[in-house]
Every structure is written in C-alpha cells, then in structure tokens.
T-cell receptor, first 114, second 113 residues
Framework: AQSVTQPDIHITVSEGASLELRCNYSYGATPYLFWYVQSPGQGLQLLLKYFSGDTLVQGIKGFEAEFKRSQSSFNLRKPSVHWSDAAEYFCAVGDSNTGNQFYFGTGTSLTVIP | NAGVMQNPRHLVRRRGQEARLRCSPMKGHSHVYWYRQLPEEGLKFMVYLQKENIIDESGMPKERFSAEFPKEGPSILRIQQVVRGDSAAYFC???????????FGSGTRLTVV
C-alpha cells in the first residue's frame, strides 16, 4: 500500500539557518510527489511538485526538493529560513495507479526562532 | 483570480443535525476533491468528483456522508446525523487536470457539540 512518512513531527530552526524536512514514501512505481505548506487556520498551498525529469525541483518561496529513488525520499530544503516560513508542511504522493487520491504525510510543524 | 472558495469557514452543529459544506472550484477547474483532516493527522481522501459525476468515493464513510457536484453551482459535502467524531477540518481542492496537483481551499472546520 502507498504511504508517506514524515519522521519529524516538529522542527525548530533559527532565522537564517538552513532547513531540511524529510519525507519518505512507500510506492511501487515512480510517484508524483508534492510538498504543501499550511499556515494556521488556512488551506494548503502547493510549494512544488515532481512528476518526472530533473530530480531537483525548484518551488516557490525559495524552497527546493530532491527526489532520490534509491532512498524513496523527497526531502524539502531551504538555504535560509525566514520567520514567515513558520507553518505546517505536508508531503504527498500520488499517480494514476493510486486512483484519484493523493496520500499525505502527517505533517512537520516548523517553528522559526529569532 | 479567486482561488478555491469554501464556506462556511466554521460550522457548529449539534449531534444529530445535518452539515452542508460548500466548495466552489477555481475557474476552469473541473476536478474537485474532498479531504478530511483530523487533529494531529494528515489529510485523508474522501471523494473525487467531476461535474455531475462521482468518480471515486472510496474514502467516504459508507453511511451519513454524501457528495455532489452539480452542473451549476458549488460542490456540496453533506453529513447527515453528525456525531462528535465528525469534528474535523474538511478541505476541498480543485484541479484543471487529473494528477496535476491541487489548489486547496481554506477549509471548513466542523465542530459537533
């Protein structure tokens, strides 16, 4: 069965520091991979997505993610975190083989300290 | 350029009442998805609809829950005879194409008292 694991429930980083949020998936084929961000009380905003091609994907707000098939990972990175990046981050996986649904991880909550 | 519009933002219902959640997809999007987010959990798929058709309802509870996306008007998620366990955030998402990645609404937070 398809699944997504975000091992870190909560991460705290200092403003200006680098960030990496982990995402591992269990999947039989090449998946479509997504990262979403959710601010408190808000919906989810798409940060970036990977369908095929270059395994390093650039997204909005200075985020990037790298698809590593050998590790079944799609980790999200940002070189320098801003206070406004504090939010909940969700990794998701899907493709035509999953039917019509995407599978979401349980999220990583990011706190940014001055 | 309105995004996905959901209303109401917050909904309080007593046990046994009905809850109706509305979702207007982005302009040009014909694929609508409903997800539920329980506290401390990720989003769980409920149903996928296109205009006038339910394509996949494999994530919908077998009883009390229904969804529609009529030819005119918003998509509606209906929960009959709500129970405390239905308290959650319900998110609607739309897409111009299947598998293209969703645009989410801000959600409806249902509280059953």
């Amino acid at each position: 069965a398809q699944s997504v694991t975000q091992p870190d429930i909560h991460i705290t980083v200092s403003e200006g520091a680098s960030l990496e949020l982990r995402c591992n998936y269990s999947y039989g084929a090449t998946p479509y991979l997504f990262w979403y961000v959710q601010s408190p009380g808000q919906g989810l905003q798409l940060l970036l997505k990977y369908f095929s091609g270059d395994t390093l994907v650039q997204g909005i707000k200075g985020f990037e993610a790298e698809f590593k098939r050998s590790q079944s990972s799609f980790n999200l990175r940002k070189p320098s975190v801003h206070w406004s990046d504090a939010a909940e981050y969700f990794c998701a996986v899907g493709d035509s083989n999953t039917g019509n649904q995407f599978y979401f991880g349980t999220g990583t909550s990011l706190t940014v300290i001055p | 350029n309105a995004g996905v519009m959901q209303n109401p933002r917050h909904l309080v219902r007593r046990r046994g009442q009905e809850a109706r959640l509305r979702c207007s997809p982005m302009k040009g999007h014909s694929h609508v998805y409903w997800y539920r987010q329980l506290p401390e959990e990720g989003l769980k798929f409920m149903v996928y609809l296109q205009k006038e058709n339910i394509i996949d309802e494999s994530g919908m509870p077998k009883e009390r829950f229904s969804a529609e996306f009529p030819k005119e008007g918003p998509s509606i998620l209906r929960i009959q005879q709500v129970v405390r366990g239905d308290s959650a955030a319900y998110f609607c998402a739309s897409s111009p194409l299947k598998d293209a990645g969703y645009t989410f609404g801000s959600g409806t937070r249902l509280t059953v008292v």
